[in-house]
């Protein structure tokens, strides 16, 4: 983005700009004169807020529905910064800068940040301003361009309302590199400003930059800027946040950043029961130096609802949507719901989170989740086509196939042509062969093919790997009844109950364990089931229904 600096024999030089621009391929009004001349008024008739969150909680009581309505919120992109001089050893600024931004944005009740993962595809190539708004579904854009000299870093951005063609503002700040965690806290606060927004007492307090050594924050920079689409990379994305953290143990970001790729990890290798434990002992760490902190309380909810705290999970997703005013949390309160079995009330919070990030690949992963929850409300077809529709999606919106994808090919296996599951299965396991998804396809496919010795080894492999997610042990019951292995496949399902899968309407109907729906041993575990669903659904379901809007 070549419109901050232009080079020159003198070096970088900010050029001042003409009245119409020409910026990421749309031409753009701009106003050059002094700010305190400027008609500042005219920018006001996008940032009306309609009072979107009314009463979302009370205290402790949740007493009225979320209203979400799309036209009432203020939908921004934040592009990654564009790196100047283009020298490796500070490329990772670009993403890292942008996405902190993003995240402190997020406390903002009123204003919707899409998020990183739907930025990131645009990084270092030139797109069309307009393009990059219909894709991700907002209305301004912010852009920038940074350049690093010595001990001194520089950073200009510019706000872009796409609807009129027009650059709000232009900012540039400058900071000594050792200070580079102010950054975030300053352009936000020029958002806000050049928004008219009024921030609430608690948002004022969540914008302010945290005091953190500058060398943990840079090893911290690095770890989030790297692409984690394999397991040795968030390894290495791991050990870059114990650095971090060596140096200064304080900083709770890096804690909470640790314990949600610790538990990423750990569902997909044999080291499993290690990260877990990490995720927790990080995840306990990141919430006592900040129990407010986003990130923390996101990382707690995938955590929670894979180990068997569902209950725990669905109060810090409720947090998390109370602390960002119902823009966050709504697909993690999703996701605890159907391990707990309110499919319908998950595929509402699903809903609720497309509407809230239109972009490619977030519509792609809830459509993933959507679809699991129609497997387990037995709506197959509906679940094929979701899941199909999903998988373009978020292929379309990162370029990759994440293995979670396997889900495309699981409706499969509840009708009768199991066979159409497998191209699924194995293009999941040639894009990443050893993870614990990839072999769980590959176990489906040798058992209901009839390969049952290989079965029994990929079954044994498994088991070593000491998986710690209950929906995940729940395979295990599958896998054993396709064994012939009825009490191991019992004991799989109690196992996977205990630890905190609970899908009682599923669980009761599963099409993959009719072989033991009348067996006495499987009528008790259900019944475990079923006690611990309708708790769940005593403490929590009203609660959750009247946050949605929808009848009890």
Not at 31 to 48: A, E, H, Q, S
Not at 105 to 117: E, T
Not at 506 to 533: G, M, V
């Amino acid at each position: 983005m070549s419109w901050v600096f232009d080079k020159t024999p003198q070096g970088f030089v900010k050029t001042d700009f003409k009245d119409i621009e020409e910026i990421g391929g749309m031409k753009v009004k701009v106003d050059n004169r002094p700010f305190y001349k400027r008609k500042r008024n005219i920018f006001l008739l996008f940032g009306v807020v309609a009072g979107i969150m009314i009463g979302l909680f009370g205290g402790n009581r949740i007493s009225n529905p979320i209203i979400i309505n799309d036209k009432d919120l203020t939908k921004l992109a934040i592009l990654p910064f564009t790196n100047i001089r283009q020298d490796k050893e500070n490329d990772f600024l670009g993403f890292a800068l942008s996405d902190e931004i993003i995240n402190r944005l997020g406390y903002l009740k009123s204003i919707v940040v899409r998020p990183s993962g739907s930025v990131r595809k645009y990084q270092g190539i030139e797109v069309d301003l307009n393009q990059i708004g219909n894709d991700l579904d907002v209305e301004l854009v912010l852009t920038g361009s940074y350049l690093r000299e010595g001990d001194q870093l520089r950073l200009s951005t510019e706000l872009i309302d796409l609807r009129k063609n027009q650059r709000l503002w232009n900012k540039t700040v400058q900071v000594d590199y050792s200070d580079i965690f102010e950054i975030q806290e300053t352009v936000s606060r020029d958002i806000v400003e050049g928004l008219k927004y009024n921030l609430e007492p608690d948002e004022e307090e969540k914008l302010q930059s945290d005091n953190v050594d500058p060398l943990a924050y840079e090893l911290y920079l690095k770890a989030k800027e790297m692409r984690s689409d394999n397991i040795p990379k968030m390894e290495i994305k791991i050990q870059l946040f114990q650095e971090s953290i060596k140096i200064d143990s304080t900083f709770s970001d890096s804690w909470a950043a640790l314990a949600s790729f610790s538990v990423n990890v750990a569902q997909a290798t044999k080291k499993g029961e290690y990260y877990i434990n990490l995720s927790h002992y990080a995840l306990q760490k990141a919430i006592s130096l900040n129990n407010e902190s986003l990130i923390s309380i996101l990382a707690g909810t995938g955590l929670y609802s894979e180990t068997g705290d569902v209950e725990k999970a669905t109060e810090l997703a409720i947090k998390g949507m109370k602390l960002s005013g119902g823009k966050s949390g709504n697909g993690s309160l999703g996701y605890a719901l159907r391990y707990a079995g309110l499919m319908n009330e998950s595929i509402e919070l699903y809903d609720i989170s497309s509407k809230l990030n239109e972009s490619t690949q977030a519509r792609g992963g809830n459509a993933i989740q959507l679809g699991k929850s129609h497997i387990y409300l037995g709506n197959i077809n509906k679940a094929i086509e979701i899941m199909h529709k999903g998988a373009k999606l978020v292929k379309d919106g990162s370029g990759t196939a994440p293995v979670m994808l396997i889900y495309e090919g699981v409706p499969y296996l509840y009708t009768d042509m199991p066979t159409k599951a497998y191209p699924y299965f194995d293009y999941i396991s040639e894009v990443d062969p050893n993870n614990t998804w990839s072999i769980i396809g590959q176990t489906y496919k040798a058992l209901t093919s009839g390969k049952i010795d290989e079965g029994k080894k990929l079954v044994s492999s498994l088991e070593s790997r000491n998986i710690h997610d209950s929906e995940m042990i729940y395979r295990f019951t599958h896998f054993y009844l396709m064994l012939g292995e009825e009490e191991k496949a019992l004991s799989a399902l109690e196992r996977s109950i205990d630890r905190g899968f609970f899908c009682y309407p599923y669980i009761k109907s599963d099409l993959l364990t009719k072989p033991i729906h009348n067996n006495p041993r499987f009528k008790q575990i259900l019944e475990k089931a079923k006690i611990r669903h309708e708790l769940y659904e005593k403490r929590f379901g009203g609660k959750i229904r009247l946050l949605l809007g929808m009848a009890s």
